[in-house]
T-cell receptor, first 115, second 115 residues
Framework: ETGVTQSPTHLIKTRGQQVTLRCSSQSGHNTVSWYQQALGQGPQFIFQYYREEENGRGNFPPRFSGLQFPNYSSELNVNALELDDSALYLC??????????????FGPGTRLLVL | AQSVTQLGSHVSVSEGALVLLRCNYSSSVPPYLFWYVQYPNQGLQLLLKYTTGATLVKGINGFEAEFKKSETSFHLTKPSAHMSDAAEYFCAVTSPSGSARQLTFGSGTQLTVLP
């Protein structure tokens, strides 16, 4: 059973650019959630995807968008990058069908630095 | 709305001593509660969770936590600290209602284990 994987591991962008982060969910999981973890803080919920549809969203502006694909992998896109977007972006997968949709399993994260 | 408060952003214990990391939550409905651990430059690893049933929950690496509804607490303990326990620990809450099981995290507690 493979765990949650994310790519790339690190990324450096400049202000105003756009970025795409990728996540492959754990085998058997159909739900993907994205979190932003700023330095020294706990993760903050960005949004969740289930069956290729957004299934909930946190307090993040529309320039944060996502996709989920038929194989349940997911992308997080951020447009018009700002310095404050510098953070660790975590993807978590879970299974709504397994009776424990509340348990999320995290990937290693993508560290984004915006200069 | 849900929230999590972790008392003590930094906790230091001697190797072999009791570990106690505090977590209090606020939730309008009976919550699901989690503890995750994060090692440097890594994602989050699930230590243990409480959903329903027995209020004393045992997790990996010798950790356990007790759900106390009257105190709205879910403190994490380990009888004897090991050097490998040094990491950041996050308490999180989610609601069993609704389809988007977003996690709300505390700000974390950095555990240092002294030789």
């Amino acid at each position: 059973e493979t765990g949650v994987t994310q790519s790339p591991t690190h990324l450096i962008k400049t202000r105003g650019q756009q970025v795409t982060l990728r996540c492959s969910s754990q085998s058997g999981h159909n739900t993907v959630s994205w979190y932003q973890q700023a330095l020294g803080q706990g993760p903050q919920f960005i949004f969740q995807y289930y069956r290729e549809e957004e299934n909930g969203r946190g307090n993040f502006p529309p320039r944060f968008s996502g996709l989920q694909f038929p194989n349940y992998s997911s992308e997080l896109n951020v447009n018009a990058l700002e310095l404050d977007d510098s953070a660790l972006y975590l993807c978590a997968s879970s299974s709504q069908l397994a009776g424990e949709g509340e348990t999320q399993y995290f990937g290693p994260g993508t560290r984004l630095l915006v200069l | 709305a849900q929230s999590v408060t972790q008392l003590g952003s930094h906790v230091s214990v001697s190797e072999g001593a009791l570990v106690l990391l505090r977590c209090n939550y606020s939730s309008s409905v009976p919550p699901y509660l989690f503890w995750y651990v994060q090692y440097p430059n890594q994602g989050l690893q699930l230590l243990l969770k409480y959903t329903t049933g027995a209020t004393l929950v045992k997790g990996i690496n010798g950790f356990e936590a007790e759900f106390k509804k009257s105190e709205t607490s879910f403190h994490l303990t380990k009888p004897s600290a090991h050097m490998s326990d040094a990491a950041e620990y996050f308490c999180a809450v989610t609601s069993p209602s609704g389809s988007a099981r977003q996690l709300t995290f505390g700000s974390g507690t950095q555990l240092t284990v002294l030789p």
